[in-house]
């Protein structure tokens, strides 16, 4: 007597969601340490075998045969490639909701309220995976924050191809985060190489953050926005773009301490020097960056016509994170002055290392 094919479909789905849903389980036990999240991927397991007790389990062990199965023969280059646990979570999900539609549908054929139980496991999966990966990504994000040390701001550039190929070179190499800063552009190109922008930074694991315009940061789904003392507050700024990170210009102890109080991610401490980028009246030199390193906590980038000439200055007071603009626009070579900047903050081998494992 032939096999039923709907059995074999029935079990092999099943497998991947099992799979999938023990994956999303191990980040939520492992990664976050939430016992209520990994619970209900446990009990979202458990009621996939509850539910497929509708049906003959050793018809479904009798229609397993992979070896013959020519879906194991097909493979993408991407299925092999996660830039992060975020991507893993994401990457679970999708196989987990699809596998649980597939069994909704062939169950149907066999038995209706086997297909009407995991419906509903599969919508308290679209609930408990989307928690998931959101709180993954935020966490990933805050550890990239937590461990970058150069800090770009570009323009829009000349054209679209241009901005992506600077990018591109800069976050593939020794730059940690981007902000996109251009004041005479319009909104609509924004938001074009802001989308652009983080795209490639997100596939290379560095941050792309959006200066002053909250509301162009959420269109773009860029990490964050940066605002300045004359910007949004970090309150209203965290209406717009949620948990999305939050940075603050700051020129005293007194505006770090207030952006600390007020719930922003990082900070800026400047101007340091002069600069041909912005102009200013007063600069707060280097006794800032001194009083930031002895109390702020959060991450702090020092900004302000800092380049090759006098990052020393900044390194010996204690700051190994800066925030530059003229040092790569103007160089014949970013990238190698980006790395000389990075050497500098970190030491040259830490550098080399730090290549070697980007390679």
């Given amino acids: 007597m032939t096999q039923n094919p709907v059995y074999r479909i029935l079990d092999a789905s099943a497998n991947r969601a099992a799979e999938g849903l023990r994956t999303m389980e191990e980040i939520a036990r492992f990664v976050l340490d939430d016992g209520d999240l990994t619970a209900e991927f446990k009990n979202q397991r458990h009621g996939l075998v509850s539910a497929l007790k509708r049906v003959s389990r050793r018809s479904l062990l009798r229609s397993r045969n992979t070896g013959e199965d020519v879906g194991t023969e097909i493979s993408e280059t991407l299925e092999y490639v996660r830039t992060d646990l975020a991507h893993v979570v994401a990457a679970a999900a999708a196989r987990t909701q699809q596998s649980f539609r597939v069994l909704e549908e062939y169950?149907?054929?066999?038995?209706?309220?086997?297909?009407?139980?995991?419906?509903?496991?599969?919508?308290?999966?679209?609930?408990?995976?989307?928690?998931?990966?959101?709180?993954?990504?935020?966490?990933?994000?805050s550890g990239r924050l937590e461990t970058a040390n150069l800090y770009a701001l570009v323009s829009c550039g000349s054209?679209?191809?241009?901005?992506?190929?600077?990018?591109?070179?800069?976050?593939?190499?020794?730059?940690?985060?981007?902000?996109?800063?251009d004041r005479d552009a319009d909104d609509r190109t924004?938001?074009?190489?802001?989308?652009?922008?983080?795209?490639?930074?997100?596939?290379?694991?560095?941050?792309?953050?959006?200066?002053?315009?909250?509301?162009?940061?959420?269109?773009?789904?860029?990490d964050g926005v940066?605002?300045?003392?004359?910007?949004?507050?970090?309150?209203?700024?965290?209406k717009i773009v949620g948990d999305r990170m939050i940075g603050v210009s700051t020129h005293s102890i007194e505006q770090a301490r207030d952006a600390v109080t007020d719930g922003a991610d990082y900070i800026g401490c400047g101007p340091v020097f002069s600069s041909k980028?912005?102009?200013?009246?007063?600069?707060?030199?280097?006794?800032?960056?001194?009083?930031?390193?002895?109390?702020?906590?959060?991450?702090?980038?020092?900004?302000?016509?800092?380049?090759?000439?006098?990052?020393?200055?900044?390194?010996?007071?204690?700051?190994?994170?800066?925030?530059v603009t003229g040092a790569l626009r103007d160089s014949e070579d970013p990238v190698r002055a980006a790395k000389q900047l990075k050497a500098a903050l970190l030491g040259a081998d830490a550098v080399e290392d730090e290549t070697k494992r980007s390679d």
């Fill in 107 to 141: 169950a149907k054929t066999l038995n209706p309220q086997m297909s009407a139980d995991l419906e509903q496991i599969r919508y308290r999966c679209y609930t408990a995976s989307a928690d998931l990966e959101l709180r993954v990504a935020k966490q990933a994000v």
């Fill in 159 to 181: 054209s679209h191809a241009d901005f992506l190929a600077k990018v591109e070179q800069l976050l593939d190499g020794p730059v940690d985060i981007i902000q996109l800063r």
């Fill in 190 to 222: 924004l938001i074009s190489r802001a989308r652009a922008g983080t795209e490639i930074a997100r596939r290379l694991g560095k941050l792309f953050i959006m200066n002053d315009r909250a509301d162009l940061a959420m269109a773009a789904d860029t």
């Fill in 226 to 238: 940066h605002v300045g003392q004359q910007e949004l507050s970090v309150a209203d700024a965290r």
């Fill in 277 to 323: 980028t912005k102009c200013f009246t007063e600069f707060v030199g280097t006794k800032f960056l001194v009083e930031v390193v002895n109390e702020i906590r959060i991450p702090a980038f020092a900004i302000g016509g800092i380049d090759l000439s006098n990052v020393d200055q900044v390194v010996e007071t204690g700051m190994r994170r800066i925030a």
